[in-house]
């Protein structure tokens, strides 16, 4: 084989080491080719996981929408099945209505609002809006979280008050599906980073 043409991968024994050839060469090249696939494959799982953790955990940089969706379906289900663990009761549709969440399931949505918070952060520096708005979203949603442990409600019986507070959120709720989830971010780099359908 002629060592300056390009290598293609062929999955055969020759070329694949095995742990304690691998091992032995410790990062290091054989004959030309390389000879640890499983190192590679370990550093792209170690770069996923570091972006996972970013993208869950910063609120510096932009996402995409596509980001933003995963990120935001992945939040839902697990504060869903938190719900389902944590508190069934308020599965079981008591025609009285639906109980406040216990604390177990408060505690949890209470977590949850960090990486929701990061997110929005991030999302609204791709649209270039001001990032303190994605730190009020996370406020709020902490406020509602807590209102909802102390008998806010969410039945026929609402006062005025809390009509008007639910009616204000579902109308965040549906500028936050709007704006993060439909719209594009700023074309080319904005104060906030590069744009993240570019640099994909």
Known sequence: ???AAPHAFEPSTKYWPSRKDTQAENGKLRDGEPAQWGSQRDEERRILMATVIELFTSFHGRISR???WLATVTLSSLGIAGVVLLDPARFS???SGVPPPNWAVTIWSLLLVFPMTAIMVK???DRDWPNWLGYAYGLIIAVVVIALRFGFRSAPDMSTGEWIAFLIYSLL???VVINNGFL???RGPNRYGPDPLQST
């Open 1 to 3: 084989m002629n060592s």
């Open 66 to 68: 596509k980001s933003w």
């Open 93 to 95: 549709f008591d025609p």
């Open 123 to 125: 999302r609204l520096n």
């Open 173 to 175: 709720g549906w500028f």
């Open 184 to 186: 594009r971010g700023t």
